[in-house]
């Protein structure tokens, strides 16, 4: 009998002695609840109009953010894995281009391929895909396969996939896009896309197999690499995924100009990797989520509206967002140094 007394206690104590954790997403959801209440009294202080009862206003915040938050589904993934990729401005401005040369009419004399035109909208949504996709794939390659850092790869398809777009318009828009197409862009639509990308991968990392390999290789790549997971392999896939999604922002960001063009894109990756490390994504890897990610990419939206309703000038604006994201940076390292004592 005192056995099984002892063998009860021995189950109920590790109960007990459980601390209960708040979600870590939650004290930065209270930093997106923060920063929202200070723009809506300068508001009323500044302007004198509210700043968060504005239907419009919030409307533009995440229209404006939806292409940085699929960008940043996929940086996230890339940053749990310790990596970075600095190519998805530049994917962005090659996939619009590529997407648009097939989504023009047939009545324009200027058409890119002026026998490719007026096709069904799954094909130019291919070919933005596709685009992204390769320039993913030859990433990850790089990185695998030669032992390149991840900034020097991604920095030299960074500057390669702009050339491509620059080359491919010979510096002109492309225009006078199909209708099909550019719904694309319309109204709610890249709001819905982020949403479907982001609850897609929210499930995958948390719930697959190839999320909890992610994560294992982000934490200690050695150990994943001794427990059997092919590491070149799955980073491969990792990158090549980040380009696909840099793909369809690419494709969405054409479709809302209705014009591909090879400017496009400028300084995405940066807004994207804010995002996810404002969202609480480790930049030593093995730690993050999409929710947190989606969180940050609605910070920055907040931050970025709310300057523009004050009237302040972009280049402060800018200056901000350069501190805010070194804060999270520091914020960050020191959550690291707590871990490791």
Do not use: C
């Amino acid at each position: 009998m005192s056995n099984l007394n002892s063998a009860a206690n021995a189950q109920v104590l590790p109960v007990k002695s459980r601390r209960f954790r708040w979600p870590p997403e939650l004290s930065i959801l209270l930093v997106l609840v923060g920063i929202s209440l200070v723009f809506e009294a300068l508001g009323w202080i500044v302007v004198g109009q509210s700043f968060i009862f504005n239907a419009q206003r919030l409307e533009i915040i995440i229209l404006q953010m939806a292409v940085i938050g699929i960008i940043a589904v996929g940086a996230n993934l890339v940053i749990i894995t310790s990596g970075i990729d600095l190519s998805p401005g530049s994917v962005v401005a090659a996939a619009a281009v590529v997407s648009a040369s097939l989504a023009q009419v047939s009545d324009y004399a200027g058409a890119v391929f002026p026998h490719l035109t007026d096709l069904p909208v799954l094909w130019p949504v291919l070919a933005g895909v596709v685009t992204g996709l390769l320039v993913g794939l030859l990433n990850g390659t790089l990185i695998s396969w030669t032992g390149i850092p991840p900034f020097i790869a991604t920095l030299g398809t960074m500057v390669a996939a702009r050339g491509f777009a620059k080359w491919f318009t010979n510096g002109m828009p492309v225009s006078m896009l199909t209708d099909r197409f550019a719904a694309i862009g319309a109204g709610i639509n890249p709001v819905l896309i982020f949403l479907a990308i982001a609850v897609l991968f929210h499930v995958v990392l948390r719930y697959t197999r190839f999320g909890k390999v992610t994560y294992a290789i982000g934490a200690n790549r050695q150990a994943a690499v001794v427990s059997g997971i092919n590491v070149t392999r799955h980073l491969i896939w990792i990158y090549a995924i980040a380009g696909a999604l840099s793909g369809i922002a690419g494709t969405v960001t054409a479709a809302r100009a209705i014009s591909g063009q090879s400017g496009m894109g400028m300084m995405y990756e940066l807004d994207a990797i804010a995002a996810v490390v404002i969202g609480g994504t480790s930049l030593n890897g093995g730690m993050g989520r999409i929710t947190g990610t989606v969180i940050g990419v609605l910070i920055l939206g907040v931050m970025t509206s709310g300057f523009t309703f004050l009237h302040i000038d972009a280049y402060y604006q800018e200056m901000v967002k350069g501190a805010i994201i070194v804060a999270a940076v520091v914020a960050d390292q020191y959550r690291n140094r707590k871990k490791r004592r």
